[in-house]
């Protein structure tokens, strides 16, 4: 075997160790190696998953609405409006909107809850206290408070009943839109 020329001589760290043993500066850089990649990993970990995490799927919403604290507060055979702000989160962006409900009860105890949008082009509508039925003033569409049945007008569907539960006395909406001017109820 050729000797090595002058520029080829072997540094220290380039010999084989002798078994068992390990050289100061070769134990220093693996060191540096490991901890560097531990920090890389604890930093792009984080970020990646900041990055990634909105084109997930999503996570179900849990869209019952706490619509009125005590059932003993809700006069019965009269419909009431409860406004809320409803937050929705699409990939980076969080939009609210203003959402409402009609709450109504006979006896105090079994509620029901329509979305209060007009299903014919989603106008808000209100109590017609005279006629004892809800009124949409866009294009004179009558509903009736009990059930919700279209009375006059041109709405295509009955109010968009929702689901309601009393738990410790609190009223709870599963509140829901439907797509507006269509006979079918479909969410939207
Ligand atoms: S939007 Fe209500 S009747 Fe047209």
Excluded at 76 to 83: L, S
Excluded at 105 to 129: I, M, Q, R, W
Excluded at 162 to 174: F, G, K, P, Q
Aim: net charge negative; hydrophobic share 35%.
């Amino acid at each position: 075997m050729d000797e090595p020329t002058p520029t080829q001589k072997l540094q220290p760290e380039d010999e084989a160790p002798e078994t068992g043993t390990i050289d100061r500066r070769g134990f220093l850089h693996k060191v540096s190696t490991v901890s560097a990649g531990l920090t890389a990993l604890a930093v792009g970990v984080p970020a990646a998953g900041a990055f990634v995490s909105p084109a997930l799927p999503k996570k179900p919403t849990d869209d019952w609405i706490k619509v009125a604290d005590d059932v003993a507060l809700i006069d019965v055979g009269e419909p009431v409006r409860v406004n809320f702000v409803k937050t929705d989160q699409d990939a980076w962006i969080e939009t609210r909107t203003l959402n409402g409900v009609w709450l109504f009860t006979e006896d105090g105890e079994k509620f029901k809850a329509y979305n209060a949008k007009c299903t014919h082009l989603g106008c808000s509508y209100v109590h017609d206290k005279e006629k004892k039925s809800f009124y949409c003033p866009c294009h004179r569409g009558q509903f009736d408070i009990k059930t919700g049945k279209v009375m006059d007008g041109p709405p295509p569907r009955p109010l968009d009943e929702l689901e309601v539960e009393v738990r410790e006395s609190a009223v709870y909406v599963r509140y829901r839109d439907f797509r507006l001017g269509i006979a079918e109820r479909v969410v939207s």
